[in-house]
């Protein structure tokens, strides 16, 4: 076994240091991101972040790259202007969801009500009053921890996943945040096994279970059809529905210009719920979970054609996408 030369070993140090300080630095950005944002006037938060995300566009770069392919071939009929104009549109939709997250703490019940309008929800309300859990498939689209606000104030606490955030110390303040909006949060890595924790709650009943699923962080998930297009899914809302009986919904989620008065930054968030979802064909549990699943995708293809600029999606989802340059882990 070769020892380490003190050359290494140094060069170790500096590396463990400058992590740490990295990691101290990203921390304090967070910090001062929720802590900061939610002081200032609404206007000016908002103005500050429509203009990082103009700076984002200047400036380029893979994830901005990313999200023009999935525009592209989520409107095929936009000309390159109309294109640059919807991701333009886009970044900025996608700033306004971290501006809302970072003062989404300070918020009142009332503003959290204000700036949602829901569609479809009866169904759900059905089962969350009789004491049943239900089990919400979302995309990326909107805002998703305001729904989910809304959602812990008007249909009942709110259980998702959430990927393990470096560093731990953003991850502890990030789980801080959405429990102080009423979600429960499950790690996705480095604690138990998130699918038998996700079955407990289900089964224990009275909860509103929200999975973003319109990417697969886990290599099992299913292919659909999305936009006319071929796309890898997360099937995990799909089989837990199956497995428990909790009923499965799908919800969309989108800006949309708010009326005078209303809203947050001149926007609301409006949520639509599908109906009830259940396997259309008979068989083994896979072939029902792929059939619920592209149920979903046709349920959010339909708001990211209309609502394009909604559709935070700056990874690679589409299978053409995946094949030609495969990701590296959780993107």
């Known amino acids: 076994m070769t ?38 006037p609404e206007p000016l938060a908002y103005g500050l972040f429509d203009r990082i995300a103009e700076v984002s566009v200047r400036r380029g770069g893979k994830r901005l790259d990313r999200l023009r392919s999935n525009y592209r071939r989520a409107r095929p009929e936009l000309d390159d202007a109309a294109l640059e104009a919807l991701v333009r549109a886009g970044m900025r939709s996608y700033m ?55 959602a812990a104030g008007q249909l009942g606490p709110v259980t998702t996943v959430a990927e393990r955030l470096e560093p731990e110390e953003v991850f502890e303040e990030f789980v801080a945040f959405r429990n102080a909006i009423g979600m429960d949060i499950i790690p996705l890595t ?52 199956l497995l428990t009986g909790a009923p499965l919904f799908c919800a969309s989620i989108h800006y949309e210009p708010a ?24 068989g083994p549990t896979a072939a029902k979970a792929q059939d619920l699943v592209q149920q979903c995708a046709d349920h959010l293809s339909a708001t990211i054609r209309e609502h394009t600029s909604s559709w935070h999606m700056l990874q690679r989802v589409f299978v053409d996408d995946l094949e030609a340059s495969p990701p590296r882990g959780a993107r």
């Open 190 to 241: 480095g604690g138990g096994d998130p699918f038998a924790a996700l079955v407990e709650t289900a089964r224990a009943g009275g909860r509103v279970i929200a999975l973003a699923s319109d990417r697969d962080l886990t290599s099992n998930g299913v292919e659909v059809d999305l936009v006319g297009h071929r796309a890898r899914m997360a099937k995990g809302p799909a089989v837990l529905s």
């Open 259 to 282: 009326p005078r008065g209303t809203g947050l930054g001149g926007y609301r968030t409006v949520i639509q719920f599908s109906h009830r979802l259940e396997p259309r064909v008979t």
């Open 3 to 40: 020892r380490p030369t003190v050359e290494s070993a140094s060069a170790g140090r500096r590396h463990s240091m400058a992590k740490r300080l990295t990691d101290r630095a990203t921390a304090t950005g967070f910090k001062l991101g929720w802590r900061v944002l939610r002081g200032l």
């Open 96 to 150: 306004r969801y971290y501006c809302e997250a970072f003062r989404l703490p300070s918020l009142t019940r009332d503003q959290i009500e204000g700036a949602v309008v829901c569609h479809g929800d009866d169904a759900i309300r059905r089962f969350t009053e009789k004491g049943e859990t239900v089990v919400v498939f979302v995309g990326h689209l909107g805002n998703f921890d305001l729904a989910a606000a809304w």
